[in-house]
C-alpha cells in the first residue's frame, strides 16, 4: 500500500474591500518602498547613499517577506516557489482576514 501524497492547497482567493486593500499595501511595501526610498536618497542627498538604502531595503523585504511566508503557507508547500503577491495572499488570508 503506497502512502497518500500530502493535500496541495491552492493560493487562496482575498475577498472583501478592507483585505484586497491590506494586501496591495503590503505588498507596495514589499515590492515598491526599496525603490521608492532610493530613489528619493539617491536624489535628495547621493546617489551612492540611494543605492546603499535601495540594497538594504531590498535585503529587509526579502526577510520580511521569508517571515510571511513562513507564517502562512503549509509545511508540504513551503519548498515551492511563489511570487511576492502570492505570499502576501497567503499571509492576508491566514493571518489578517480570517474567514
Known amino acids: 500500500m503506497q502512502p497518500i501524497p500530502p493535500r496541495i ?3 487562496p ?14 505588498y507596495g511595501l514589499l515590492a515598491l518602498s526599496p ?3 532610493g530613489l528619493w ?9 540611494g543605492i546603499a538604502f535601495f540594497l538594504f531595503l531590498t535585503l529587509v523585504s526579502g ?3 521569508s517571515k510571511m511566508r513562513i507564517a502562512s ?4 508547500q513551503r519548498e515551492m516557489n511563489y511570487s511576492t ?5 497567503w499571509y492576508v488570508a491566514k493571518n489578517i482576514c480570517l474567514d
Open 9 to 11: 492547497e491552492v493560493v
Open 13 to 26: 482567493k482575498i475577498k472583501g474591500f478592507w483585505c484586497k486593500v491590506a494586501q496591495y499595501v503590503l
Open 35 to 37: 525603490w521608492g526610498v
Open 41 to 49: 536618497i539617491g536624489y535628495a542627498y547621493n546617489i551612492w547613499a
Open 63 to 65: 526577510v520580511f517577506s
Open 73 to 76: 503557507i503549509p509545511f508540504e
Open 85 to 89: 503577491m502570492a505570499i502576501v495572499k
